[in-house]
């Protein structure tokens, strides 16, 4: 490890949200940070919101004695209140602020953790909405900032806020230098609190009957945020959402080294019918998306049944392009890769829709990518309800 490395833990639990837990971590760990994730169970597998699974690194139980420059609470129920519940972490997080390290909290973390422990009396900090009551009896100056720093505190709001809220925590880290490299990787809303926005050509109207049946593939390496946020969002949204891994295995480790846990095996859904099939991006997740014959060709029938595909960050680029999958349609991708598109009109844009194909292109615009596809299936309203909850 660099002398300059700085030392990060994020523990989870059951019911902690994940698309705060993955943002973090795919934020922190390309910003130079070594990332601990530690559960605070018996075992290393939490069963997080919306029925998706992840793995720790390691169990809390086993570092108790290890020193960090950051410990940062992921929020979720009933996830928060079992971190504010654990005894271990409570010692670690209260050492951590008498030695003056930072600490972090996020959503129903700083209200039900940080406050709980008495480490917001007389401090600004902010968290989901319902908590702000319990925020401010917990004696803290209870401010709606989307990200506030008070000291070696930070705290953050919800889901949308958790990329601002992990650029903070970088800044804290490493300084400004070292957040403006990652914005350009990430492609960070820039109006972050202001209504989302699409670009819409050829307006289709997408079908479902019943409930919306959508497909989500992982891949080894695959973009967590990207992924984590569409099946987060769409399951709000109550579509059925299922995670099919490429491969043998349920388990699949992300671009950024987190470790997810797939529904099923696609081998075992590669009959079924889809509304949507939509694949996250990843620079060398999306290539073993390309690689795979089964799903190539699941995504050919979908288009050629002129059923909605998509697929954002290098997956345009390196799935939907050479597959001749955007043949006639506008499309964006990450700027990375966006010369390996044949039509790059449309590549400044963060998500365009085509009839039935959507396209986004990095972590950043994950968000807003998700809530487009939940304006396609049902409706502005709803979409927007999503975007309030989430705080985007």
Not at 44 to 57: L, P, Q, R
Not at 156 to 180: A, C, H, M, N, W
Not at 232 to 259: F, P, T
Not at 358 to 375: D, K, N, Q, Y
Request: proline share 5%; hydrophobic share 40%.
């Amino acid at each position: 490890m660099a002398p300059s490395t700085k030392t990060v833990l994020i523990p989870i639990a059951h019911g902690t949200e994940p698309l705060e837990a993955v943002a973090i971590i795919t934020v922190l760990r390309p910003g130079g940070a070594d990332v601990t994730v530690a559960s605070v169970e018996t075992q290393v597998g939490v069963d997080a919101c919306h029925g998706i699974k992840m793995v720790a690194d390691t169990l809390l139980s086993d570092i108790t004695d290890s020193v960090f420059d950051l410990i940062v609470l992921p929020g979720g129920l009933p996830g928060g209140e079992t971190l504010k519940n654990c005894k271990p972490l409570e010692n670690m997080v209260k050492k951590q602020d008498s030695d003056g390290r930072l600490n972090a909290a996020i959503c129903c973390a700083p209200a039900l953790a940080l406050g709980t422990w008495g480490l917001l009396e007389g401090k600004k900090a902010t968290g989901y909405p319902v908590f702000m009551e319990k925020l401010a009896a917990t004696c803290a100056t209870a401010v709606e900032s989307r990200v506030q720093i008070d000291g070696r505190i930070v705290t953050s709001r919800g889901p949308g806020t958790t990329i601002e809220f992990s650029i903070t925590l970088i800044e804290q880290l490493y300084g400004k230098e070292k957040v403006d490299e990652l914005l350009s990787v990430l492609l960070v809303r820039p109006n972050p609190g202001e209504e989302f926005t699409f670009t819409e050509l050829n307006q289709t109207n997408w079908s479902f009957e019943d409930t919306p049946q959508i497909l989500v593939p992982i891949a080894e390496q695959s973009e967590e945020v990207e992924a984590i946020a569409l099946v987060d969002i769409l399951r709000r949204a109550k579509a059925n959402v299922v995670i099919a891994a490429i491969g043998n295995s349920l388990e699949v480790v992300g671009s950024q080294k987190a470790k997810l846990v797939a529904d099923v095996l696609l081998d075992e859904v590669a009959e079924k019918s889809f509304d949507l099939i939509v694949l996250p991006g990843g620079l060398n997740g999306a290539p073993r998306f390309a690689s795979c014959e089964k799903l190539v060709s699941m995504l050919k029938k979908q288009a050629e049944a002129n059923k909605p595909f998509g697929g954002i960050c290098a997956s345009p680029a390196y799935v939907f392009e050479p597959n001749g999958l955007l043949k006639g349609k506008k499309a964006t991708t990450h700027p990375r890769v966006s010369d390996k598109l044949s039509d790059q009109s449309h590549t400044e844009h963060r998500v365009v829709v085509d009839g039935n194909v959507i396209t986004s292109r990095a972590p950043g615009t994950a968000m807003e990518f998700s809530l487009a596809i939940v304006e396609k299936f049902y409706g502005r309203e709803k979409a927007l309800q999503l975007a309030k909850a989430t705080l985007v």
